[in-house]
């Protein structure tokens, strides 16, 4: 008998197969004692797997390249964690095996990060994949990871681990569901990337049978299971449907009267480049330089490195527009040189542009880089900073990029709800703005990003947010600049079409979502947007926003 569960959709399209699950997790190892003459040996076992670990994580990031590769070396350095290493040798030291002492070691950061207020507990999934990885290799047994099958399924886990994820092969897999996570985690960034359709944070996932079909709605969030033949075909029909808008819609992002929505890709490096050109990107909305400075962790990436990497993102779009966000370092993406080890809720605390202005040379480099990466070339270049919380971070940010000699926009992003309801203030010293929904929804909402249980309130079209997106967007029409949305948010085509209404000038997504807005915005005129997002607004909730924008868009 079909029945109907409900998750998060974070990536487009459908799914129909069997179920197979995600191999368990590696057994703790028992707590055997040896002798002190054996604690040498065991420390360089520990030191060997680690490093083992670490340069296959390293390995799958570059096979993977893009986003997942950042993902995966922010991993191996994880993996290799000075602090974390030192406690292994002292758990060795007073008589622990190493595959004991690294799985003691490893559930005492994983309590440290819960009782610090869960703000990293996004990364927890990422922990206890690095710590079952290591211990594996110690007990000398195969890592359990993604199914081996000849046949396409679609996978089912509690989680999803950035390097099960990063080298899926969608010929097999036709998509997953978690039952943790949410829309703005690793996997499902990852998922958006691959175009495989994902849903995440759905109750039970794990209870679903091996071998059960089911049918994945990465779209609605939907997952039918046991769907009847009516159902399958149904869905096919709409995956079809929307295949056929997606190859007969080309050109520039515009609505259905001819409102230009220009359609950016987001990027975390040069090998994101080729997807985007392809998808027909009309330039770069946001290019995340934090892969740069991953490599080491203890120093920061040459100028002359710098100025290579950028230059062959500016040259893959030659007259278009590509805004590059300066480092955002700092909570979830910490850097030895520069973020402090000891803050209680580094969400809350030094990251993004506050690290810069406490690490100038820091700042000033990337922005002389910049300025060199484009010499010559004829792209409009924009460089925009994080975390931008009021008018005196907007002008340490201009004035920073005067000083680099930068000839090029500067812009701030909305992150944090004071720099919406300010955004005017703002305005007066930057030249446009950037939502980044992702930050700012948790921002918003006291809501951490990678948590499951409160992915609710990481919806983007809760109204609240909505309110914050049209705040931002008249402030930037009343001072006659630009403000874009970044934010994972403009993946969704409706949501798309929302944010145009709301007053949006430009859309940046992942390249594997644009084809799906751009068919979607050129279905509907702006005043249809206009009326969906008043509609949107009016409402109390993220599902009744929804509700109301597609009544609009339907013509109830």
């Known amino acids: 008998m079909e029945t109907t569960l409900r998750g998060v959709g974070v990536s487009h399209g459908v799914a129909i197969g069997e179920v197979r699950h995600m191999g368990t997790a590696v057994l703790e190892p028992p707590a055997k004692q040896i002798a002190p003459e054996e604690a040498e040996r065991e420390q360089g076992r520990a030191r060997q797997a680690v490093d083992a670990v670490a340069a296959d994580l390293m390995a799958r990031g570059n096979l993977a390249g893009g986003e997942a590769q950042a993902v995966l070396e922010a991993q191996a350095m994880m993996a290799q964690d000075p602090e974390l290493m030192a406690d292994v040798d002292r758990r060795i030291a007073v008589g622990s095996t190493a595959e004991r002492a690294v799985y003691d070691a490893f559930a005492a950061y994983r309590e440290l990060l819960a009782n610090a207020g869960e703000y990293l ?99 609605t969030g939907e997952v039918f299971v046991d769907p009847t033949e009516d159902k399958k075909a149904q869905l096919e029909a709409s995956a079809a449907e929307r295949k056929a808008a997606l190859s007969a819609s080309t050109g520039p992002g515009a609505t259905a009267d001819g409102h230009k929505v220009p359609l950016l890709a987001n990027v975390g490096g040069p090998a994101d480049v080729p997807a985007a050109v392809e998808a027909g990107a009309e330039g770069v909305g946001l290019f995340r330089t934090e892969f740069l400075f991953l490599d080491d962790s203890t120093k920061a990436p040459s100028e002359e490195k710098q100025v290579t990497a950028y230059r062959q993102v500016l040259e893959a779009f030659p007259e278009g527009r590509v805004v590059v966000r300066v480092l955002d370092a700092g909570a979830d993406k910490p850097l030895d040189f520069l973020t402090p080890s000891d803050e209680p809720n580094p969400a809350l605390g030094v990251r993004g542009l506050r690290t810069l202005l406490d690490h100038p040379d820091v700042l000033s480099t990337q922005l002389s880089a910049l300025a060199k990466a484009a010499e010559g070339l004829p792209v409009h270049l924009e460089v925009m900073a994080p975390m931008v919380a009021d008018r005196a971070d907007a002008k340490a940010f201009a004035d920073a990029c005067r000083a680099a000699g930068l000839r090029a926009k500067f812009g701030a992003m909305v992150e944090i709800p004071s720099a919406a309801l300010r955004a005017r203030s703002i305005l007066r010293e930057v030249e446009f703005l950037s939502l980044g929904t992702n930050d700012l929804a948790q921002y918003t909402f006291a809501a951490d990003r990678q948590v499951g249980a409160v992915s609710r309130l990481q919806d983007p079209w809760q109204p609240a947010l909505l309110d914050l997106v049209a705040l931002s967007a008249e402030a930037a029409k009343a001072e006659g600049k630009s403000c874009g949305v970044c934010g994972e948010a403009a993946a969704d085509p409706l949501l798309a079409c929302v944010l145009t209404g709301l007053g949006v000038t430009s859309l940046s997504m992942g390249s594997a979502s644009i084809p799906y807005v751009r068919a979607t915005l050129a279905k509907y005129t702006l005043a249809q947007c206009e009326r969906a997002a008043a509609a949107a607004r009016a409402t109390d909730s993220a599902e009744d926003a929804r509700a109301a924008a597609q009544a609009v868009f339907s013509g109830e």
């Open 121 to 219: 507990a996004g990364r927890v999934a990422d922990l206890d994949d690095v710590r079952n990885r290591i211990v594996a290799r110690l007990l000398g047994v195969p890592m359990p990871g993604v199914p081996d099958s000849d046949e396409p399924y679609v996978l089912v886990a509690r989680d999803l681990a950035p390097a099960d994820t990063a080298l899926l092969d969608p010929t097999l897999v036709l998509g997953f569901v978690t039952e943790e996570g949410g829309p703005t985690s690793h996997s499902a960034i990852l998922a958006r990337a691959l175009g495989v359709p994902a849903v995440v944070a759905l109750p039970g996932a794990g209870e679903l049978a091996e071998g059960t079909v089911i049918a994945v709605d990465g779209s």
